[in-house]
Each structure stands twice: as C-alpha cells, then as structure tokens.
C-alpha cells in the first residue's frame, strides 16, 4: 500500500527535519537517530502525508493531535530512555511517540483514553510490526498492573501532577508531563531520588490537547 513507502523524497524531508530539531536544541544523538529511522509520514492520515515532516502537530482524528517533533523530541530527550527499561506512556494517540520510545529499546507500556484512537493505533501498529503494550481507559491514575516503570511520559496537558504516576515509578525513575493550564503548559521533569524525595525542574512553553479523566481535565 502506498501509505507504507517511503520513498527518498520522504527520507530526505526526515533529514531535513532532523537537522531543524538540531538546530532548535536537540542535542541526543539516539533520540535524533530514531526521528530520522522512523517515518512519521505512516502514522498520518492519507489527505496530511505531504505536511508530515513539518515541524508542527497534526490532526490524527477523535480532536486529537500527533505531537509536534520538536515536542516528542524533547520529550524523549528528558525521559533519557535506556535499552531494555519499562516505560509507561499516556495518551498512545497515533502511537508515534510510542514507536520512537520503542525504537530506543524501551518496553512500552501505552494507555488510550479514546476507544477508536485505541482501536485504530492497535490495529495499524500491528501491521508496521511494531511491538507494544496497549491500553484501553484512564492513564490518569498509571497502569498499577504493570508497575513499576522506569519512565512514565504524558502526552496531553495536565492541571496537576497524578500522585499514582509518581507512586509508580521506580526509585531513580523519571516522569516527564506537561502540566499548566488547557492552552499553555511548562513541561515538568521529576526525578524520584528516593521515595520520599522528589526533584522538579522545569522547562516552559509547550501547548498539548488537554488530559482528561479522574485526576484530569473535566471533558
Ligand atoms: N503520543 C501521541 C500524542 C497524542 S495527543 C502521539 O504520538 O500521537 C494526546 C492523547 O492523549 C490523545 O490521543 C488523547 O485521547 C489522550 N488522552 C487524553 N486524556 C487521557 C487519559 N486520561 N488517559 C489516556 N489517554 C488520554
């Protein structure tokens, strides 16, 4: 099928973007590596493909967004993903950002708060081949089931950080969420040193589709 090509014009925009991400402050060289390995063009709609390797979000359907590169670049360059590591991710989406954490080595744990994005990304990362956990409901309070993770990701803008995700990770373990109000967020990196010290830091400007459920946004 013509969706699943890539073609040089597509691997040559890929380098293009790459390059862009570099020059914007990206500095990991494995999180740039999987960017340019990773078609983005696949996980867009047909009518979208030629816009896919611009730097900016698109519509994936159901009012959600594919995050902005830059975003899920930088991103994954605070989750600082090493081979073999559990990662939790809420909101799967278009399962780019999973596929990338997927490419790194991770074991990928994913959460999908919309039955049809669920369904749709369950289906389609199948047939690319990819292997992850997949979830259907609130990713707002983890996936206790399969704790604890070495790196939690949220990928939709929160008005609070979920306790249940600090609980859930590791001791050493990172949580990287954005977190402000529904337009505008400041990503915020925690880093659980021990269980009952936690260090933040954070890095400001970044604009997610809003998280929504119990410890989320109300609809
Ligand atoms: N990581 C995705 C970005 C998707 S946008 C990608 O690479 O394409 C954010 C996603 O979070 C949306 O699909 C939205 O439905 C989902 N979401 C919102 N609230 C959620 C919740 N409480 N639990 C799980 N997913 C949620």
Redesign the pocket.
């Given at each position: 099928m013509l969706k699943l090509e890539d073609t040089y014009l597509h691997k040559g925009k890929r380098r293009a973007l790459v390059a862009e991400l570099r020059a914007k402050g990206i500095q990991s060289e494995k999180v740039l590596d999987a960017i340019n390995t990773l078609p983005r063009h696949f996980?867009f709609d047909t009518a979208l493909i030629s816009h896919a390797y611009e730097d900016k979000a698109f519509p994936?359907g159901?009012g959600?967004?594919?995050?902005q590169p830059y975003t899920?670049a930088f991103q994954t360059e605070l989750l600082d993903v090493k081979s073999g590591e559990k990662v939790l991710?809420?909101?799967?989406?278009?399962?780019?950002?999973?596929s990338i954490l997927h490419l790194l080595g991770a074991e990928v744990y994913t959460?999908?708060?919309?039955k049809k994005?669920f369904e749709g990304t369950q289906r389609f990362l199948k047939r690319l081949g990819i292997e992850m956990n997949l979830f259907y409901?609130?990713?707002?309070g983890g996936l206790p089931q399969h704790a604890p993770y070495d790196k939690i990701i949220v990928?939709?803008g929160a008005p609070i950080v979920p306790e249940a995700l600090i609980a859930q990770l590791k001791v050493g373990g990172i949580l990287v969420i954005p977190v402000g109000d529904r337009r505008r967020q400041t990503m915020v990196k925690i880093t659980k040193k021990s269980a009952k010290n936690i260090e933040r830091e954070e890095f400001e400007g970044f604009a997610?589709?809003?998280?929504?459920?119990?410890d989320?946004w109300k609809h």
């Open positions: 996980f994936i159901e959600q967004t594919i995050s899920v991710e809420i909101g799967t989406g278009s399962g780019y950002q999973g959460i999908e708060y919309q994005l409901g609130d990713g707002t990928t939709a997610f589709v809003p998280l929504l459920g119990k989320g």
